[in-house]
T-cell receptor, first 115, second 110 residues
Framework: EPEVTQTPSHQVTQMGQEVILRCVPI?????FYWYRQILGQKVEFLVS????????KSEIFDDQFSVERPDGSNFTLKIRSTKLEDSAMYFC?????????????FGPGTRLTVL | GEDVEQSLFLSVREGDSSVINCTYT??????LYWYKQEPGAGLQLLTY?????DMKQDQRLTVLLNKKDKHLSLRIADTQTGDSAIYFC??????????FGKGNQVVVIP
């Protein structure tokens, strides 16, 4: 069964460094999402992406964050200058038009630790 | 914004029924979901209910929706050790963005 994959599974970085989290969507999917979960807190929506542009973003997704689909397969989330509070599990999700119940398919997540 | 609340922990004996509850604030969601997360894995859609339904049965799973009280529940019958996981309630709003609860950890005791 096709699945969403994410790399790396765990990223440790120093505060102020840039990180890029990568996601490979299911091949025929057109809608892409990033969510994050800070330890002990809710899974929070960050951004949705369709047709090479951001569809919607939350107040968390400030100008330190960016997304792109650089090569038509990967979908990336970049954090320009990481802060301690960016430490979280980041989930990529994708779906396709007409999917049953608008189901979003999630990757296994990248655990980001900012020191 | 949307708010979704869940209780955090449930332990249950193998063979018993588990019930997980969730409340939400936005009544405009078309679908309401239960996602399951096993250790080291992503969130996997377990079941869902369309907002104009009160109940949905799917094998061992029963979803109840009380729109008046904005309350969603998931009942797992004959709980098995493989059901040990974190269960997330989620509602969709806006442009198909999902709002999740904190998750409910279910531990099944053999």
């Amino acid at each position: 069964e096709p699945e969403v994959t994410q790399t790396p599974s765990h990223q440790v970085t120093q505060m102020g460094q840039e990180v890029i989290l990568r996601c490979v969507p299911i091949s025929n999917h057109l809608y892409f999402y990033w969510y994050r979960q800070i330890l002990g807190q809710k899974v929070e929506f960050l951004v949705s992406f369709y047709n090479n542009e951001i569809s919607e973003k939350s107040e968390i997704f400030d100008d330190q964050f960016s997304v792109e689909r650089p090569d038509g397969s990967n979908f990336t989330l970049k954090i320009r200058s990481t802060k301690l509070e960016d430490s979280a599990m980041y989930f990529c999700a994708t779906n396709a038009p007409g999917t049953r119940a608008n189901e979003q398919f999630f990757g296994p997540g990248t655990r980001l630790t900012v020191l | 914004g949307e708010d979704v609340e869940q209780s955090l922990f449930l332990s249950v004996r193998e063979g018993d029924s588990s019930v997980i509850n969730c409340t939400y604030t936005d009544s405009s969601s078309t679908y309401l979901y239960w996602y399951k997360q096993e250790p080291g894995a992503g969130l996997q859609l377990l079941t869902y209910i369309f907002s104009n339904m009160d109940m949905k049965q799917d094998q061992r799973l029963t979803v109840l929706l009380n729109k008046k009280d904005k309350h969603l529940s998931l009942r797992i019958a004959d709980t098995q050790t493989g059901d040990s996981a974190i269960y997330f309630c989620a509602v969709s709003y806006g442009n198909n963005r999902l709002a999740f609860g904190k998750g409910n950890q279910v531990v099944v005791i053999p």
